[in-house]
């Protein structure tokens, strides 16, 4: 080896050393940058070729190579804290849901329903409790008014899951909209990271910030990342494709009916679809597939209580009625079929009451049927409370799922933050290291400029 060849070596520890700073003070700069990945140097021992009659021997090597600036990540972590953030997503967007609809359905305080059907029981009581005709006038009036209030109460409860439901759809619509807009800015981000290695340069603070998007869909959607060799993803909802090299796909949520056909206003009962070109992308987690399950679902299901409940109340009074106390205000309805909470409406007036198996009217003083529908509120206020009680649980489990799965998300964010995160103490120990290499090249070069120096001063 000859002299200049040990310079060359200085120079490239030299670089490596100054190289592992500055990529150190990158680390530095960005501790508190979100979605930041730390760096390292790559660096490995150059080897020196040596072979044929020309060999050498006791050659220490030719120094230090760069190979490159790794970004330290580690995928199972990254996808791990990635699913974890949906589903918490997902869950945090379901109890929102349920809270609505306890809100909508909630029985508190002096106007709730159990109220309102406690006091329609007291009186139908009084009424049953009447002799004679002595104000007997007031007690129907009171019985007809307050039948009208939990008529109303019940329809109020049916327009508020409607418009919870219609909340949704909107809702759904606006995540649509932001995943189009992250899955366009991942296409963005493929092609410079593709162009940018082509270059041989680095790209990985594009890579952060494509993980970043990357995080984001999956929050949404819970979309499904593969890798690709020339450093671009491919991404899927479901089983569709929405976002594969430069190119994105547009996510659409559409409203079906039964037969799947498109419906231009959804009710409850219609189903919100999701679609890429036409393909089914039912989101596995996320915000989007719990404010989807919330109108298909959740919605769906609480309608249906509150609509049996309705017809129990109508079926359980007109019964020991005997005749239409309550009826269908849909004219059009098949006689005999259920009345729906939207439906159901006061069939009789004062002139129409019947208190009594003698007479329509004034009636006499038995009171047989007053009785006897006093003696049905007892189970009927027994299903409102089951209902009632059935819904806080379920709003309380949402809620509690929603916790555990918020702490789940934060430990393995954290995991994924231990390896990819910045280390103010780590980093200080290697810029340490560093500048101690790099003094140490700087004196080896010294050195040898120094006895070069003196070999060309003796042969003058």
Avoid: C
Wanted: hydrophobic share 40%.
């Amino acid at each position: 080896m000859s002299t200049f060849s040990g310079i060359n070596t200085a120079r490239r520890a030299l670089s490596a050393a100054q190289l592992g700073m500055e990529t150190t003070g990158q680390n530095i700069a960005n501790v508190n940058t979100d979605g930041y990945s730390r760096q390292r140097v790559d660096q490995s021992a150059s080897i020196l070729n040596q072979t044929g009659q020309f060999s050498q021997k006791n050659i220490p090597g030719d120094g230090v190579v760069v190979n490159g600036i790794t970004r330290i990540n580690d995928a199972l972590a990254t996808a791990t804290a990635r699913q974890d953030s949906a589903a918490a997503k997902e869950q945090a967007t379901a109890s929102t849901v349920w809270s609505g609809v306890e809100n909508a359905l909630g029985d508190t305080g002096a106007s709730g329903l159990s109220q309102n059907l406690a006091d329609l029981s007291s009186a139908w009581n009084d009424l049953a409790s009447k002799s004679g005709t002595d104000g007997l006038a007031s007690a129907q009036s009171l019985v007809i008014t307050r039948s009208q209030t939990v008529v109303e109460q019940l329809g109020g409860m049916d327009d508020q899951l409607q418009d919870q439901y219609d909340q949704l759809g909107l809702q759904a619509q606006t995540q649509v909209s932001q995943a189009n807009t992250i899955a366009t800015n991942i296409a963005k981000l493929n092609t410079s990271i593709r162009e940018t290695l082509g270059t041989g340069a680095s790209a990985n603070e594009l890579m952060d910030q494509r993980d970043q998007f990357l995080n984001q869909l999956s929050d949404l959607t819970g979309s499904r990342v593969v890798n690709r060799d020339n450093g671009t993803v491919d991404v899927f909802v479901g089983n569709a494709t929405i976002v594969t090299g430069d190119f994105s796909y547009e996510l659409e949520v559409n409203a079906t009916d039964s037969t799947g056909a498109a419906v231009s206003k959804a009710d409850i009962g219609n189903q919100l679809v999701a679609s890429i070109g036409g393909q089914t992308a039912g989101p596995v987690a996320g915000s989007l597939k719990a404010t989807l399950d919330g109108a298909n679902k959740t919605l769906v299901a609480q309608k249906a209580n509150l609509d049996t409940f309705a017809d129990t109340l109508a079926t359980k009074v007109n019964a020991a009625y005997g005749g239409q106390f309550f009826k269908n205000a849909d004219t059009s309805a098949t006689a005999g079929a259920a009345i729906p909470a939207s439906q159901l409406a006061v069939g009789v007036n004062t002139t129409t009451f019947r208190d009594s198996t003698a007479t329509t009217g004034a009636g006499s003083a038995d009171r047989v049927y007053a009785k006897a529908v006093s003696s049905t509120f007892a189970d009927v206020k027994s299903n409102w409370r089951t209902n009632v009680t059935n819904l806080a649980a379920s709003t309380q489990s949402a809620s509690n799922r929603a916790d555990l799965a918020s702490q789940v998300s934060l430990k393995s964010g954290a995991v994924r933050d231990g390896v990819s995160g910045v280390n103010l103490d780590e980093e200080m120990t290697n810029l340490v290291a560093y500048q101690h290499a790099y003094s140490a090249a700087a004196k080896v070069l010294t050195t040898m400029d120094e006895a070069l120096d003196a070999l060309l001063n003796m042969v003058r």
